[in-house]
């Protein structure tokens, strides 16, 4: 018996056929030819791995896996695949450091770092946090819960 589709295979069945009805649409006003979709995106697949928490549950390498079907031995897998899908709506990039420029508090968040590295939304991903002023701290929580609760 065929298993029903679940409602990220359902979602991206829909943004396929949608993108493709607008591909045509726009092809037939005159737009001249658009480039092809591509059918297959790479995985949204990332290593986090997270030192200095002060939480021994939270230290450690995990694998998350956030495309068609949420896997991984990450702690909190299907929330941090949640929040990674509410991010990729906002448009914004989670993983791009703090601007040189940006003015920061100086308040220090502890001692606790990650790297996240993989694949999101096609692009390639070399990041890492710290908790060491006010915009590193903002850019964990904004992160959370793919990076851990912590509070220094």
Known sequence: MPRPFDVRETLMLRRLVLASLATAAAGTAGLG????????SPPEKLTVTVAESGHPDADGTFELRCDDRV?????AHQNA?????????????????????????????????????GTWQGRTVD????????????????????????RG
Do not use: K, M
């Open 81 to 117: 695949c949640d929040r990674l899908d509410r991010l990729a709506d906002e448009g914004g990039d989670p993983f791009a450091p703090v601007p040189e420029d940006e003015f920061c508090t100086q308040v220090y968040g502890g001692p606790a770092v990650a790297h996240v590295t």
């Open 33 to 40: 030819p658009l480039p092809p979709l591509p059918l297959l």
């Open 71 to 75: 896997a991984g031995n990450h702690p």
């Open 127 to 150: 990041a890492r946090f710290s908790r060491a002023n006010g915009c590193e701290i903002n850019r964990w929580e904004n992160l959370e819960p793919v990076l851990p609760l912590v």
